[in-house]
Every structure is written in C-alpha cells, then in structure tokens.
C-alpha cells in the first residue's frame, strides 16, 4: 500500500474540474472513456436521470479522483470511482464512496448497483471491502475486448 494520502477534500466536481477528470479517465485503461458531453450532463441537475458527481484532491491541489453516480431512487448505479494512478491505494477511493453513499442516503438511494469487467479483479476486491457482493454477470457484455460484466450490489444504509 502506498502512504496514506494528506488531508483529501471530497466536494460537488465542478466544470473547471472536467479536464482533470478527463486526463484521468484517459491514462487508466479500466476507467470508462466518456466524452466530455458525459460528463457535463452529469453535473447538470436538471438531466434525467440526474446524477451525482464528486471530485477528490489532496490539500485543495488538483483533482485526482472522482465518482459518478446514476440516481433512480430508490436504486443507484455506480458509474465510475477513479483515482489517478499515483494516488491509488491510499484511501481516496474509500472516501469517495463513504461520501457519495453518505449523498445517496439524502437523495432516499437505498441500494448501490454496478458492473465490472470480470477481468478486473482489483476493482472486484476493492468493492467487495466496501460490502458489495456479486449478484450476477453480463454475458459478452463489454467490447473491446469482448468479456462478462460482473453485477454486484449493496445495500445504502
């Protein structure tokens, strides 16, 4: 595990945000590859369905990670947790989730769903340590290449 990261500021992204969040998107092959527009739309409140977006950065410096979250209450999906590669395994993802389930639970969200490529078994294990646990798998379900989404899911309390 890398050292513990300094003082990490969980906030609402914002759009001066976006080319950070994008340069971070773009060097991690497992993060999702949206267009700009993705992004944007989900900083709007006004979207359907809306979504909430938190930025994460060490002693107010810039962004290295985010998450995205899509609201359907009383469900959620998890839509992306990111951290820029120098920064992972130092707790930034934790406290990400802690503060987008803490966002989730005032928006009446009660269960958190996702997808993972069955390949990504780090990612696997960091959601299972946040209490989510496999509830099925998406055959073919990602290209490029092509392989299994695995479903899982956890209650918001």
């Given at each position: 595990m890398n050292e513990p990261a300094a003082e990490i500021q969980?906030?609402?992204?914002?759009?001066?945000?976006?080319?950070?969040?994008?340069?971070?998107?773009?060097?991690?092959?497992?993060?999702p590859h949206w267009p700009?527009?993705?992004?944007e739309r989900a900083l709007n409140p006004e979207w359907t369905p809306r979504r909430i977006a938190l930025a994460a950065a060490e002693q107010e410096s810039c962004?290295?990670?985010?998450t995205v979250a899509r609201l359907v209450p009383p469900q959620a999906e998890l839509e992306t947790?990111?951290?820029?590669a120098g920064c992972q395994r130092r707790g930034m993802?934790?406290?990400?989730?802690?503060?987008?389930?803490g966002e989730l639970r005032s928006a009446g969200v009660r269960e958190l769903l996702l997808e993972v490529r069955a390949s990504n078994r780090a990612a696997q294990?960091?959601?299972?340590?946040?209490?989510?646990v496999e509830t099925g798998r998406r055959t073919g379900y990602y290209a490029d290449p092509v392989e299994d989404?695995?479903?899982?899911?956890?209650?918001i309390r």
């Open positions: 969980i906030r609402r992204m914002a759009a001066a945000d976006l080319a950070r969040v994008m340069e971070i998107a773009a060097s991690l092959p497992d993060a700009q527009s993705d992004y962004v290295q990670g985010f947790i990111t951290v820029a993802g934790r406290r990400l989730f802690h503060a987008l389930a294990e960091f959601y299972r340590a946040l209490g989510f989404a695995v479903l899982m899911g956890r209650k």
